[in-house]
């Protein structure tokens, strides 16, 4: 435990929640990516027309799909969320800015593609909906970085 | 921390097996929704790479035209009810042939896209019109299945298909170009549902809305009259 760690206990809660829920988010794009190149059967839908989604112009942005963009992204997030859980990084002021721009950044983009499916493919992928909650909740996990950024810098 | 590394690590276990599962029990590389396909917004190029599967003679002045969807029960209808009539009466007969069109509605129905390709390897040896019937027959069985592949590998072997060939047909994105064509096609020509039935002669078609076995005979035969005299 170092100095900071000491004065504001408990505060990589936040960064624990991150890794957790960009873990989930990462099976999710996941399975997103293996549909999209093919390698599993007809998409497992309960409600929404993920076929439709998935099959849309929108699915890809320059040629690369968006569920790896999404598999980066949550694999970006996951990493730096455990890199800000080492004692000699919890008040690394670097990670708190990464972390809080990476969800921001997140967040943005999925409320894009949520755009997307309600206003131009009008059909909806349960699977996308269930990404756009997991980063709306990493978003909310990252402001407590916001402190971090204008505390003095611990052992990074 | 220790709480965590168990969280992370149930999430992880979980998160593979969910995602090894369904690419395990999924049609590995077999290609079930329309692919990108370059051309298809001009019509020209459209209307070379959509192509119909045709029964009957060819030479036949009327054209019966299905936009059809495999897993679609209102198609199963037309094609286990109303088709066979019409072969016998009419295509059999040399006064119309029948052209059948992929117009899988994906949205509703996630097996429908693959059905049709399934088809059309069956049709790489000459057995497209016994698979078409066999899976309209079965509809019920694989239109919910999760093994979709491995079922209609099964019928292929039932009709005496090499099996290895048509599972490698299938396990791929053949024929996918041109069932996604199919479906543009059909959008163009304002189909908006299946079974879409066209009835055309002399570059004239006719969208039939009912299409029972009498309506379609009736009409056909209205516009064989002049030339057959009657």
């Not at chain 1, 990670?95 to 950044?105: D, K, P, R, V, W």
């Amino acid at each position: 435990m170092t100095e900071v760690d000491e004065v504001v206990p408990g505060a990589p809660l936040n960064r624990m929640l991150v890794s957790v829920l960009s873990l989930i988010g990462f099976f999710v794009a996941l399975y997103l990516w293996a549909h999209n190149a093919g390698l599993t059967g007809p998409i497992i839908c309960g409600v929404g027309d993920c076929a439709t989604v998935q099959s849309s112009e929108y699915a890809r942005i320059g040629g690369v799909p968006v569920s790896a963009i999404g598999v980066a992204g949550y694999v970006a997030l996951f990493v730096l969320s455990m890199m800000g859980l080492q004692p000699g990084r919890r008040s690394s002021r670097a990670i708190a800015a990464l972390l809080l721009s990476g969800s921001t950044f997140g967040v943005a983009f999925s409320a894009y593609l949520t755009y997307l499916e309600a206003a131009v493919i009008q059909a909806w992928c349960q699977y996308c909906v269930a990404s756009a909650i997991i980063i709306t909740l990493i978003f909310f996990a990252t402001l407590p970085e916001i402190p971090r950024l204008r505390s003095p810098e611990g052992a990074a | 921390m220790k709480k965590l590394y168990i969280t992370l690590a149930v999430v992880a276990v979980v998160g593979i097996g969910a995602v090894s599962y369904s690419i395990g029990s999924g049609s590995g590389g077999a290609v079930s929704a329309p692919i990108a396909v370059e051309g298809l917004d001009d019509m020209n190029r459209l209307v070379e790479l959509a192509q119909g599967m045709t029964k009957g003679d060819p030479n036949a002045t009327v054209t019966i035209i299905e936009f059809g969807d495999f897993q679609c029960p209102a198609c199963q209808q037309f094609a286990t009810a109303v088709k066979p009539q019409v072969e016998l009466a009419l295509i059999e007969s040399g006064k119309a042939k029948f052209v059948y069109y992929d117009w899988p509605i994906i949205e509703a129905h996630p097996n429908a896209f693959l059905a049709a390709r399934a088809a059309r390897c069956a049709g790489d040896q000459q057995k497209y019109w016994e698979y078409h019937d066999n899976l309209f027959r079965n509809q019920a069985r694989w239109a919910t299945s999760t093994d979709a592949v491995g079922m209609f590998t099964d019928y292929a072997a039932t009709l005496g298909l090499d099996e290895g060939a048509f599972e490698s047909c299938l396990g791929s994105d053949r024929h996918a170009d041109v069932v996604t064509a199919n479906m543009e096609l059909g959008l163009q020509l304002g189909v908006r549902g299946t079974p879409t039935i066209i009835v055309e002669q002399g570059g004239v078609p006719r969208n039939i809305l009912n299409w029972d076995f009498e309506s379609l005979r009736t009409y056909v035969e209205e516009l064989l009259a002049p030339n057959t005299g009657a």
